[in-house]
């Protein structure tokens, strides 16, 4: 299948290196660590006959916590041909550790389980990028659940990003697990849609995230 | 209570002031008190609720100067503390508001009169002056750099940008080598917000609204995308024909009165104005023609070394990546654009800046990063205009 070397900064990589970081986020993510894409060093792309497109990725990470803090990292990314309804494969070699968050995840998980309310929140960040540091770790499993709606939603015609809450509602649960009910707004950049969705996620220190449910909103058109 | 200001022409005047003092409650707003008043002089003074008939009364009767000056004191002082927009104070640092940055534009001409001035080139769609800032020392024959911001409404960095750029123009002219020889030799005219309804919206009701707020024939949805608007390739590729798509591209090139009004004044000024720069965000990117078609300018490989060179500059401040390129191959292909619009009526610089940053907060980019990104963009923007400087044509 022929290969061939692709600008790293030029769209088709920089969206494909997208959802890689999207999937690799959601993979590795918590309300501690959250990874946003810093670079693509290389990319190449493998057109595979009756199969699809692969991409071959080298990405720079960045910790979103602490800029200064990046990660090597190898990705690939199959897009599927034909049926644009199944997500793209990727595979992903992190290179060195992550930090650890047990401590910060701890704290975080200990906080909401003793709520005597469940928390309720909105517009986060507000509309001028504040975000208090109680919802930081809200905003960051929002950030590493958002992961895999891009993942499941991407084609290479589409480059994802969460662009921000609009609501989240915590739902007890019986068992240890955290729940929350988010819509977030999805910026799509190719076609410049913001565009509500709905996912219901599942978190635990020692579990990882988990999206359980979602689905595309419907938003007013004349919005 | 109610706010008089009377105006006693003699000594009897002044004394029925005095006798008024001494039986009421008489709170002096000027002068300070009832000793300094003199005849001639303008004297305000508070009244409260229940005496200020029989006040009018004997103003009346005395045929004294007087009118009311506020008629109602509670109410005044409510509209003042509700109205949050009018009392904003303006900042550098923070995101402003339009009314705010509308009156900022009229102190800013108004304190540095031999640099600055401000005129209107026209009106947008729900009737707001657009205001443009013209930065220079007066001189003959001056070419002029153009300079717009706020093309897309969510895009707040952007008009922050402009804003910061006038502020250091104004403040190290005399002082920076370079900005007092751009200053010297050149004209910026800098548009701080083209989009301003929109701009408003996100302010007031959404603040993901990209478009203008243009009401569309035989459809609901509102607004156009400014920058798919312009005759460049018009709706050709990257933009859409329905009125409810972010990147529709209006019903006829310059539909919208905020783009008309901007290629009308660039074309009347096209024999001065050798560069075009507009601001958007986010991305990361410093783009040049074309976006229209996958065609190069005949001048890209110059433009390539600019960007190259420019967004270096840009990096070395806090190591902020740009990436740069022609539009079509860089970020998507995308007709319409003002940039391709002014690079074909002969603007041989013409550049779009997607300011920070990449993904992770995008159009919501927390206020503490204005300066950086103002910062290190003034640097990319500097020597841009420098090398148009020395390249004049």
């Known amino acids: ?223 | 209570q109610k706010v008089f200001r009377v105006i006693p022409q003699n000594d009897e005047q002044v004394e029925i002031i005095n006798s008024l003092a001494s039986n009421i409650q008489v709170d002096f707003w000027q002068p300070d008190s009832v000793t300094l008043v003199r005849p001639n002089m303008q004297v305000d003074f508070r009244v409260e609720a229940e005496e200020s008939f029989e006040v009018e009364d004997l103003l009346k009767e005395s045929g004294m100067e007087y009118r009311v000056l506020i008629d109602n004191l509670q109410a005044a002082l409510n509209a003042q503390f509700d109205s949050k927009a009018r009392t904003s104070r303006h900042s550098y640092e923070k995101y402003n508001n339009w009314e705010t940055i509308a009156a900022w534009t009229a102190d800013i001409a108004a304190q540095n009169p031999d640099l600055v001035s401000r005129s209107v080139i026209g009106e947008t769609h729900e009737g707001r002056p657009m205001y443009l800032l013209k930065m220079g020392k007066s001189g003959p024959n001056k070419k002029a750099i153009f300079m717009d911001c706020g093309f897309h409404a969510r895009e707040w960095i952007s008009p922050a940008f402009c804003q910061w750029f006038v502020k250091e123009a104004v403040e190290t002219y005399g002082k920076d080598t370079v900005m007092t020889t751009l200053l010297n030799n050149l004209d910026f005219y800098v548009l701080p917000v083209v989009n301003i309804d929109g701009y408003v919206y996100t302010w007031t009701k959404n603040r993901m609204w990209r478009k203008t707020r243009s009401k569309n024939a035989s459809s609901l949805c509102i607004g156009t995308d400014p920058n798919r608007n312009f005759n460049a390739g018009w709706c050709t590729l990257g933009a859409s024909k329905n009125p409810c798509d972010p990147t529709y591209c209006g019903s006829a090139p310059e539909s919208e009165k905020e783009t008309k009004a901007l290629a009308d004044f660039i074309r009347e000024h096209l024999s001065t104005i050798k560069a075009y720069l507009t601001i958007h965000s986010y991305s990361q990117l410093l783009l040049f023609p074309y976006s229209y078609t996958y065609k190069l300018p005949s001048n890209s490989e110059e433009l390539n070394s600019i960007a190259h060179a420019a967004s270096k500059q840009l990096a070395s401040l806090y190591n902020t990546k740009y990436t740069y390129g022609p539009g079509a191959t860089t970020i998507y292909p995308a007709a319409g654009g003002s940039d391709d619009w002014a690079y074909d009526q002969g603007i041989k610089y013409s550049f779009t800046f997607e300011l920070r940053d990449t993904g992770r907060h995008g159009f919501i980019l927390p206020e503490s990063q204005i300066k950086p990104t103002c910062e290190e963009t003034l640097l990319a923007v500097k020597y841009i205009a420098n090398y148009v400087l020395e390249h004049l044509y």
């Not at chain 1, 769209?11 to 290196?17: E, L, M, S």
């Not at chain 1, 930090?99 to 928390?119: G, H, P, Q, V, W």
């Open chain 1, 1 to 223: 299948a022929a290969s061939m070397e692709l600008p790293p900064s030029q769209y088709p990589a920089a969206r494909a290196a997208a959802l890689a970081t999207g999937y690799l986020c959601y993979r590795r993510g918590g309300p501690g660590l959250g990874l946003a894409l810093r670079h693509v060093r290389r990319a190449r792309r493998q057109d595979i006959d009756d199969v699809g497109h692969k991409y071959h990725l080298e990405l720079v990470l960045e910790d979103v916590l602490d800029k200064d803090s990046t990660v090597n990292c190898t990705a690939e990314v199959l897009y599927h041909l034909g049926n644009k309804h199944i997500a793209p494969d990727v595979q992903f070699t992190i290179e060195g550790e992550l930090k650890n968050t047990d401590e910060a995840d701890n704290t975080f998980y200990n906080r909401i389980k003793s709520l005597d309310k469940e928390l309720v929140a909105e517009n986060i960040p507000d509309s001028h990028g504040n975000v208090s540091p109680e919802m930081e770790p809200i905003h960051l499993l929002a950030w590493v659940a958002s992961g895999y709606v891009i993942w499941q939603n991407s084609t290479e015609n589409t480059k994802f990003q969460l662009a921000c809450i609009k609501h989240v509602k915590q739902v007890k649960r019986s068992d240890e697990y955290l729940e929350f009910d988010y819509t977030i707004l999805l910026h799509e950049m190719v076609s410049q849609e913001i565009i509500p969705w709905q996912m219901t996620v599942l978190w635990h220190p020692q579990h990882g995230v988990q999206v359980t449910q979602d689905s595309r909103q419907l938003k007013p058109t004349w919005e």
